[in-house]
């Protein structure tokens, strides 16, 4: 039986510290699935995206160590996909620490370290910032 291993995130404006969160996920099983945050659930959590959920899942979706995508449409669902899709292991960034350990009844609950200075976060705010005066 193959090895199953789950996510979430936004993964907006996706940057290289999303690719090796996902890669490291890959190398822990056979399979990788990531919900990917509709624009309706962000809003909910106060983070308004600059790519619309489509571009965002088609992206994560393309990615080699991707196996298939769902959308994430509210907390609640993370217990449910687990039973549903028969996870062995849910993994997130160490930023998340400790939020989701009430999984670990269910599957394996890990949390991998972040790739240090880069964020969706980060990248939005210098493309806010106004370019230099010539
Ligand atoms: N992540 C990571 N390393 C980074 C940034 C994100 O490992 N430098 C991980 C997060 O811990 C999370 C996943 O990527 O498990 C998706 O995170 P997301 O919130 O979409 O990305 P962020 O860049 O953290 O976005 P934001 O700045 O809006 O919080």
Redesign the pocket.
Known sequence: MSRIVL???????F????L???RNLRALGDRLIVGV?TDEFNLKKG?QTVIPFADRLDIVQSLKCVDMTLAETGWAQKADDIRRLGVAVF??????RGHFDTLRPLCEVVY?????????????HCLARPAPAA
Do not use: C, E, Q
Not at 15 to 18: D, E, K, L, P, S
Not at 91 to 96: F, P, S, T, Y
């Open positions: 996510t979430y995130g936004t993964f907006d404006l940057h290289v510290g999303h090796n969160l996902l945050s983070k993994g997130m960034g160490d930023d998340w991998l370290p972040r790739t240090p200075g880069i964020s969706s976060s980060a990248l939005k």
